[in-house]
């Protein structure tokens, strides 16, 4: 069973900056996709970025130009660098994988923006 363990949520304040890891528990690049959600009180869980086994990123047009993914391979963790943080970006940020049959999901953890 692949187990995901995300970490690195917090409180900072407007304009300040996160990462969050997500550690998996085998290859990540076997996997055919690794993604970033979040869900917020209130609000249905949405994508906030993406990246494929071969490494291509995709980006939630909110966060495009604040956040970027990176990956640790020896580690098999995939980072989620939030600059420019907005109270808007509070939210539980859940990491998913995906194998061909299979979706697994984090446990979530929890950013919040505020002054």
Same mark, same amino acid.
Request: glycine share 10%; hydrophobic share 35%; charged share 15%.
């Given at each position: /069973?692949?187990? *995901?363990?995300? =970490?690195?949520?917090?409180?900072?304040?407007?304009?300040?900056?996160?990462? *969050?890891?997500?550690?998996?528990?085998?290859?990540?690049?076997?996997?055919? =996709?690794? =993604?970033?959600?979040? /869900?917020?009180?209130?609000?249905?869980?949405?994508?906030?970025?993406?990246? @494929?086994?071969?490494?291509?990123?995709?980006?939630?047009?909110?966060? %495009?130009?604040?956040?970027?993914?990176? @990956?640790? +391979?020896?580690? +098999? %963790?995939?980072?989620?660098?939030? +600059?420019? *943080?907005?109270?808007?970006? @509070?939210?539980?940020?859940?990491?998913?994988? %995906?194998?061909?049959?299979?979706?697994?999901?984090? /446990?979530? @953890? /929890?950013?919040?923006?505020?002054?």
């Amino acid at each position: /069973q692949v187990q *995901l363990v995300e =970490s690195g949520g917090g409180l900072v304040q407007p304009g300040g900056s996160l990462r *969050l890891s997500c550690a998996a528990s085998k290859n990540i690049f076997t996997f055919l =996709s690794m =993604s970033w959600y979040r /869900q917020a009180p209130g609000q249905q869980r949405e994508l906030v970025a993406s990246m @494929t086994g071969g490494g291509t990123t995709i980006y939630a047009a909110s966060v %495009r130009g604040r956040f970027a993914l990176s @990956t640790d +391979n020896a580690e +098999n %963790r995939l980072h989620l660098d939030m +600059n420019t *943080l907005k109270p808007d970006d @509070t939210a539980v940020y859940y990491c998913k994988a %995906r194998d061909p049959e299979m979706e697994y999901w984090g /446990q979530g @953890t /929890q950013v919040t923006v505020s002054s």
